[in-house]
């Protein structure tokens, strides 16, 4: 009978080589990197917002779905070799290019899209950097030391290089601070930039074509054009940078934010608006017109009077305000419910539910003020805390911090 040959043994010329790490460390290093893959293939094809699925696909391009299906095919080739070193040599190749590519973006101070929106330039180089080492650790051989290091971390370099190459000739150049100011300076923007302190204010609302979070919020800004055309607090234009840049020569890749939302108050910028923050119109409208605040509405109503009552021996009441049509208000609305469902006279906190739908319909209180959901917590008869669309409490949190837990 054959003896079985152990690792590290050489049989005949072949030498059967020692596992230098246990199966399930390789296992874990290569879900991570399967996960980061992944991550970066769903960030191509998942609409921001609530958006389109459809729509988001007519938005890529062939290659990025050459892309997609390349990083689903290494993520499953890694997890399926995860134990070969060769595979780990890959693994560190790859994202050496990848950091190559990140890093350059990073230095630059742009984005390196490879992730969307979701992570900016400096966490998607430091998320390359550790898989870098995972894979030159794990593809290290004992049985060859020598110069093994060194090889490695040529070929990283080598590889780091080629990506950082291919980011100075594919990413567009870094966005230049007096963009607007040029902007500003074109005769398509001559009624903001003329218009006098008792002018109208204008908002002006810069979007890609090819955008397709541009293009989910183009709809109600051409909305609250059409239905205030020459309205004397706000008026709104919706411009192409396709468009600037066929007929200005202002190029796409100078903006740094694409869609790009100006404020305009008396011919001079007064706010810009972040992807994060796109401003309702009406409610832009509202706050210039000098309309009522919502909250202060809404504390006059009958309904609320019992918590305008309340002493600072009562209970505190947990207010959850939200729209019926949107989505996110609901995944909140549920965890209110359960609240309220456990503990419907609790005698450190409550919570009271208020459709906006029903202020507008039974109180006049008009839903475009509102940025849903909106959360206010009242103690003595007053409100204490605000939470705004970004920052929705858990009530049983609230609850813990109340009682001092």
Not at 179 to 201: K, Y
Not at 226 to 233: E, I, L, R, T
């Amino acid at each position: 009978m054959s003896a079985i040959p152990v690792n590290g043994q050489t049989i005949g010329n072949v030498r059967v080589e020692q596992e230098t790490w246990p199966p399930v460390v390789t296992l874990v290093a290569a879900l991570f990197v399967a996960g980061v893959l992944l991550l970066a293939s769903a960030a191509k094809v998942i609409p921001e917002g609530g958006g389109s699925f459809g729509a988001q696909l007519g938005y890529l391009e062939w290659w990025h779905f050459a892309i997609i299906i390349s990083q689903v095919v290494i993520s499953v080739a890694v997890v399926r070799w995860h134990r070969r070193w060769e595979t780990w040599l890959g693994v560190m190749m790859l994202f050496s290019l990848f950091a190559g590519y990140s890093g350059y973006a990073n230095a630059r101070g742009i984005s390196c899209g490879c992730f969307g929106t979701w992570l900016e330039s400096s966490t998607v180089f430091r998320l390359d950097l550790l898989a870098i080492l995972l894979g030159g650790v794990l593809a290290w051989r004992p049985s060859k030391p020598g110069g093994a290091v060194a090889t490695l971390a040529t070929v990283s370099m080598f590889m780091a290089t080629v990506g950082a190459a291919s980011g100075a000739t594919f990413l567009p150049p870094p966005p230049e601070a007096d963009t607007a100011m040029r902007f500003m300076a074109l005769p398509v923007v001559d009624e903001a930039r003329e218009a006098g302190p008792d002018d109208p204010a204008y908002l002006l609302y810069i979007y890609s074509e090819d955008c397709p979070t541009c293009q989910r919020h183009l709809p109600p800004m051409e909305a609250y054009m059409a239905s205030h055309p020459n309205d004397d607090v706000l008026r709104l234009k919706t411009i192409s940078m396709e468009m600037l840049e066929a007929e200005y020569g202002l190029e796409i890749w100078r903006w740094d934010a694409k869609p790009t939302t100006l404020l305009v108050e008396g011919g001079v910028i007064t706010k810009s608006y972040s992807l994060n923050d796109l401003p309702n119109p009406e409610q832009v409208r509202s706050a210039l017109s000098g309309e009522s605040d919502p909250f202060a509405t809404l504390l006059d109503l009958d309904m609320m009077s019992d918590l305008r009552a309340a002493g600072p021996d009562d209970p505190a009441t947990l207010v959850y305000l939200y729209n019926p049509n949107c989505p996110t208000c609901i995944e909140h609305l549920v965890v209110f419910e359960d609240y309220l469902a456990q503990r419907p006279a609790d005698d450190v906190m409550r919570v009271r539910v208020i459709s906006m739908l029903d202020l507008e319909e039974q109180h006049g209180i008009p839903l475009y003020l509102w940025t849903p959901p909106q959360t206010i917590l009242m103690q003595g008869g007053e409100i204490t805390s605000r939470y705004n669309e970004d920052s929705t409490p858990d009530p049983f949190d609230v609850l813990r911090e109340l009682i001092g837990h």
